[in-house]
């Protein structure tokens, strides 16, 4: 069965950063693209960045380019979302999700149950 | 890189068939045909539904398929029930090898 479970999400201060973490299990990691998905309160999803099963390609939203790095670790089966100098926009929950294949341009057949990132002084 | 246009709501009654469209640009939604739809519950991780425009994951209901023409994609739910009642996006490849969402719609079973 196909797991993924996110941690790191927080509250933080503007200009501040937090690391997001996503560990799967139930497939092999390393065959298929992950994505970073995020969902501001009340509002609709927002494909944040995305990386592929090797890890040599990624990917981001303009919104996040410059601030955020996404990674991988095959040996431990973890994704992360490095996020610095964040705003109040980005306030969200942020979603792991597994792609469907090798690259993350097909769509994202399963997905954490999300972390909340709280940007706010 | 804009979001692509859906309708905010669209309803139905029980067994009635929907039609959610997924507006884009020949950079996105036209440029390949890697379109996926996902429903969403309240308080709940979104689900995908369909993938590369037209396929069905499995364990998804038959009663949901995609297609797409030009710039405009679509997700149709035929046999409309109450468990579809849920947020649907649609998403898309871009030439910029990036992802776009639609801005979601709200289905109501009436």
């Known amino acids: 069965e196909v797991q993924l479970l996110e941690s790191g999400g927080g509250l933080v201060q503007p200009g501040g950063s937090l690391r997001l973490s996503c560990a799967a299990s139930?497939?092999?990691?390393?065959?298929?693209?992950m994505s970073w998905v995020r969902q501001a309160p009340g509002k609709g999803l927002e494909w944040v960045s995305g990386i592929s099963g090797s890890g040599d390609n990624t990917k981001y939203a303009d919104s996040v380019k410059g601030r955020f790095t996404i990674s991988r670790d095959s040996s431990k089966n973890t994704l992360y979302l490095q996020m610095n100098s964040l705003r109040a926009e980005d306030t969200a929950v942020y979603y792991c999700?597994?792609?469907?294949?090798?690259?993350?341009?097909?769509?994202?057949?399963?997905w954490g149950q999300g972390t909340l990132v709280t940007v706010s002084s | 890189q804009s979001a692509l246009t859906q309708p905010a709501s669209v309803s139905g009654s029980p067994g009635q068939s929907i039609t959610i469209s997924c507006t884009g640009t020949?950079?996105?939604?036209?440029?390949?045909?890697?379109v996926s739809w996902y429903q969403q519950h309240p308080g709940k991780a979104p689900k995908l539904m369909i993938y590369d425009v037209s396929n069905r994951p499995s364990g998804v209901s038959n009663r949901f398929s995609g297609s797409k023409s030009g710039n405009t994609a679509s997700l149709t739910i035929s046999g409309l029930q109450a468990e579809d009642e849920a947020d649907y996006y649609c998403s898309s490849y871009t030439s910029s090898s990036t992802r776009v969402f639609g801005t979601g719609t709200k289905v109501t079973v009436l």
């Open positions: 020949s950079s996105d939604v036209g440029f390949y045909n890697y």
């Open positions: 999700a597994k792609v469907v294949s090798y690259d993350f341009w097909r769509g994202e057949d399963y």
């Open positions: 139930g497939f092999t990691f390393s065959s298929n693209a």
